[in-house]
């Protein structure tokens, strides 16, 4: 375990960076929500981070790293529930396909 | 009730003609005139009548005033149909309705040949309602209505024959030059409304003066009423600036002329003046305007008529200038002498104008007087009555017309107003001139008729002829009935009652005539200088001596080298003073052009900016719409961009 908190943000935004360009570049509705998973996991990260090295940050830290949690967990639920009930109208994963609301 | 029951009739017979020919004329066929010929006699019939109680007294000082209904009730502002018949009224109504009954028996013969005959008597019936309404309306709003009512009739009568352009261009320029005017007309009976609360002319009247009086009426008021109101005299008496209308009007047809052209409706301005002379008289500046426009108008239209070579241009010409002199008599304060000259005009050119009307027929369809000649052996009835209409018009004693415009021309003199006086003896010998020199290419001179249509000149039909020497008998003998004892003849002791107040306004006073002083030497004058201009117009254009047994002692050559020696006179008076070409410029030229301005400005500034804002709209919609592509990656890179650009600027503005 490095004892430097720069290598802790590097990873953390090496992660967020993944995550963002896997969440423009792919065309998959669940890989989209990984992305994101991946993105949130990222922040968190960095929070807990924060959380290590900055004595001050500690308690909030922690708190904040939890319910970053909490969010992720509830918006990946209603992320698939959402893509399953467009994939059984669709019978797509591809969000390109789903331009029925274009204009 | 049985005289407003009467005068009632007087309205109602020609409006019940012009209802019925318009209904059933067209299948009258070439008895179209069965109804409204009789309609208008027997109307005459009724207005005789109206007329002898009105001058025999019957109806007291100040006439008979009677309210048939009415007409607009509105909360405070109601407009009652009431009509008014005083001395005034009566003179007008005897020559509306004998002209009016002439003319109409005329046209049996007329336009016995014309397919539109029944359209014809439809709308002269119209018209005689309307003049007749005009002139027993008893306040602003009814003779208002009454004068827009004529001013139709014109315009259809005028626009009669209008497959022909130049009859419906006539028709329209006639229109457009009364509504220049009629504006005027229209702004002084609002300003008579605003001012005394009342459109009636005997409350009216009062009101003004009695203001004037006692100080809550200051005087340009009553000036700038007095102009506006005249505005509209000006343009249905076809006076200068509004003249151009009137010899344009001779593209209707003859007895049109005749009746409204010359006789009836272009008087109603006269008739305007002298019924609101109460007013007029508090006003010294409109006076002079009046007088002013009057005379110079009869100077401008004299000198046009001396080279105009079509036969009813000539008697326009006349008429305006004759209006001139009524004007120019209004404005002295010669009321009488200008009703006097009104009557004597009406009868004289209304059996010029038929006489002309013969003429043309006679020469199947020819106007240009160039054409003309030497006709007097064919037509001999047209010839005696038109002589003596154009010898009255000359002013030659005893004629008609000779009184009435020595009258003029006598107060003008003895009422200070020299430069009037000077001038109308000026348009005195032109007016002797043009009528003789019309006289001799028409009648006398060598014959220029076209050779295949001379053997076919004829007098014309009974129903023509018969209206001519009916006419030809006021013409010849009015003056000596109305006018003698000069000073004190009949016409004075109808009207000069109603002029009373207006002569005291004006500080005039009645002198008795001194026939052996002042007054003969002016007639004498004026007798001198119209049998100067006769003979002058003779010497030139020919004239028959019966004795010698040769018809022609026209001298062409002669009028060859006059009009040489003065050649711009000549252009400017055969031009008709550009008068034409002005109103093209000013008008049709540079006002089209300003016209055309506001049209650009309208189309390119006003609706470019309206239509700019939508285009401007509409446009960024259709581009902005574009952005909206449905596919969430284009959504999420703009998220990730504005994040990456708001987090920037943080940093930046925050390093700071």
Redesign the interface.
Known sequence: MSESLDSYLALSALLFAVGTFGFLARRNAIAMLMSIELMLNAVNLAIVAFGAFVPSLRGDASVIALVVMAVAAAEATVGLAIVIAIYRNRRTPLVDEYTQMRE | MPMELLVTLVLALPIAGFGLTALVGRRLGTRAWIVAVPAIVVTWAIAMVVVWSALSGGFGADGLHFTLYEWVPAGDFTIEANFAVDNLTAVLLIVVTTVGMLVHVYSIGYMAHDPGRWRFFAYLNLFMFSMLLLVLAGNFMLLFAAWELVGLCSYLLIGFWYPRPSAAIAAKKAFLANRVGDVGFALGIFAVWTTVGTLNFTDAFERLSEGLAGGQIEAWAITGIALLLFCGAVGKSAQFPLHVWLPDAMEGPTPVSALIHAATMVNAGVYFVARANPLFSLSPEAMFVVAAIGIFTAILAASIALTQNDIKRVLAYSTLSQLGYMFASLGVGAYVAAIFHMTAQGFTKGLLFLGSGSVIHGVHEEQDMNRMGGLWRRMPITHATMLVGSLSMAGIPPLAAFFSKDEILGEAFKNGFLWVWLVGIVVAALTAFYMFRLMGKTFYGPSHVDPAVEPHVLESPRSMTVPLILLAIPAALLGLVLGLPFGAGLIGQWLEPIFEEAQLNLGLHHEPVQILGVDGVLILVSVAVATAGLAVAIRLFGFHWPLRGDDTEAQPERVVVLTARAPRLYRASFRKWWFDELNDLLFVRLGGRVAHFIWWFDRAIVDGTVNGIGDVVQGAGRDL?RI??????NY??GI?VALIVMAGGFLIVTAR
């Open positions: 719409r909206q592509t449905g596919r969430v990656q999420a890179l990730a």
